[in-house]
């Protein structure tokens, strides 16, 4: 998991006239008042969320500073811009209207505020389900509703299911002794030395075949290290400031996560991601934002690229990608159900095991973190599915013409940005 560098929800410091001008006046003066401002970043955990709205004056300058904003927007029209503008534009829109939604809701927070938050999940505090709602446009940078979600998180339990079967036909296992094998101690790693070499095998097969997809291999250097943070334990690894870190602690180290692992989190994932955004240029406007469900949903999509770039070449190699994955697919409906339709853990638990075989260790863990941290686990999902979709869609239109680097380019080059922005970039024309 990528830490989050999010920038969002700031309270206004100063005036704010923005009156006629120019659009570069209007974005200059925009982002030196959004930059004054001091409200924290996107949150994991919803109660930490909630301790750190501020005071009901604080809200009201910033619905002020924010319905100013809007109604000086509206003396600008999108087709009259030039591109760049155009961004900053449709940027500072969606920006307005998300906070706007969110000032609602922090004022009506205000007036019906429990003396002491609830801590059983976001159901459970006034609002809720409204709050869930908005939490879940805001994680996956999308106007997805969580009855959408959920039909959408069904059909990805059922796909991944299907790739997972498909690979257990390959081994000639009946299901039994197929799931039996995964715990065979041949695919577990018990020198951490071993662990280490491990991933800069993979490192090295994946930059030689770079080439094959993506035009811009110019990227810093990566270091692989092993991770120390227990408080990050529960993952198998993350990425931080050109570094990939692998959890190994007190057991043996499962090989089938190495490849997916490394993708994810290094390249082509947030490494890469991240070096190509570090050479974009941007406006002051898009530099103030950053949107974990086209991060996150970009390193998921990557795992996928696996065989075209060198790995997956056994298919228990393949397997761990898709064993993460159908945690991942599950996690979706899972997520709306206990937060929005208000689930109980012991239904989830039973969803679960309905759907995922051998993972019962980590199902109770999961349930928790989704209470604790609502929305958040749909992102990688949900973002990796909207680039899947659009590659085929692009292949589609373009027939032979298509280009899987100048795909991958229509997705990065233009750095953060929602997911609605990016499929405008993808099929853009030439």
């Known amino acids: 998991m990528r830490r989050p560098l999010v920038f969002l929800f700031f309270i206004l410091t100063s005036s704010f006239a923005f009156g006629q001008q120019t659009f570069d006046a209007f974005c200059n003066d925009f982002v030196a008042g959004y930059t004054k401002l001091h409200l924290p970043q996107l949150e994991l955990s919803y109660t930490n969320g909630l301790e750190h709205i501020g005071t009901a004056a604080d809200v009201q300058k910033q619905l002020a500073f924010f319905k100013k904003v809007k109604t000086d927007l509206s003396a600008f029209k999108a087709g009259q811009l030039s591109e760049p503008e155009n961004v900053d534009y449709q940027l500072i829109s969606y920006e307005t209207a998300l906070n706007l939604e969110r000032i609602k809701l922090e004022q009506d927070w205000l007036k019906n505020k429990p003396a002491v938050i609830p801590t059983g999940g976001i159901i459970t505090i006034p609002n809720g389900k409204a709050w869930y709602a908005y939490l879940l446009k805001r994680w996956t940078s999308a106007s997805a509703t969580p009855d959408e979600i959920y039909?959408?998180?069904?059909?990805?339990?059922?796909?991944?299911?299907?790739?997972?079967?498909?690979?257990?036909?390959?081994?000639?296992l009946n299901e039994d002794d197929f799931y039996k094998h995964l715990n065979d101690p041949s695919f577990f790693i018990i020198d951490p030395k071993l662990v280490q070499q491990a991933f800069e095998n993979t490192k090295e097969v994946i930059y030689a075949n770079m080439p094959k997809l993506f035009s811009n291999t110019n990227i810093a250097p990566l270091k692989i290290v092993k991770g120390e943070n227990r408080q990050l334990a529960q993952t198998p690894g993350y990425y931080d400031n050109n570094a990939f870190y692998y959890n190994l602690f007190d057991k043996p180290y499962n090989k089938r996560q190495v490849d997916w692992l490394f993708m994810h989190e290094g390249v082509p994932g947030h490494h890469?991601?991240?070096?190509?955004?570090?050479?974009?240029?941007?406006?002051?406007?898009?530099?103030?934002?950053y949107y974990m469900g086209f991060a996150e949903g970009w390193a998921a999509y990557t795992e996928e690229l696996g065989k075209q770039l060198g790995v997956y070449k056994m298919p228990y190699d393949e397997l761990g990608k898709w064993e993460w994955d159908i945690v991942r697919s599950v996690r979706v409906p899972l997520d709306v159900a206990l937060n929005y339709y208000g689930w109980t853990d012991e239904q989830a638990l039973a969803f679960w095991r309905k759907n995922i075989r051998g993972q019962d260790d980590i199902a109770m863990r999961e349930i928790a973190r989704m209470r604790r941290w609502p929305a958040q686990v749909v992102t990688y999902k949900y973002?990796?599915?909207?680039?899947?979709?659009?590659?085929?869609?692009?292949?589609?239109?373009?027939g032979a013409q298509f280009n899987i680097r100048d795909f991958h380019s229509r997705v990065l080059d233009h750095g953060s940005l929602p997911l609605f922005m990016v499929k405008e970039n993808v099929f853009k024309k030439s």
């Open 383 to 398: 973002g990796a599915l909207q680039i899947l979709h659009w590659k085929e869609e692009l292949q589609q239109k373009q």
């Open 272 to 289: 890469y991601q991240a070096g190509t955004e570090a050479q974009t240029k941007t406006s002051a406007v898009q530099q103030l934002f």
């Open 151 to 172: 039909q959408f998180g069904l059909s990805e339990v059922a796909r991944v299911q299907k790739h997972i079967e498909a690979i257990r036909q390959q081994t000639g």
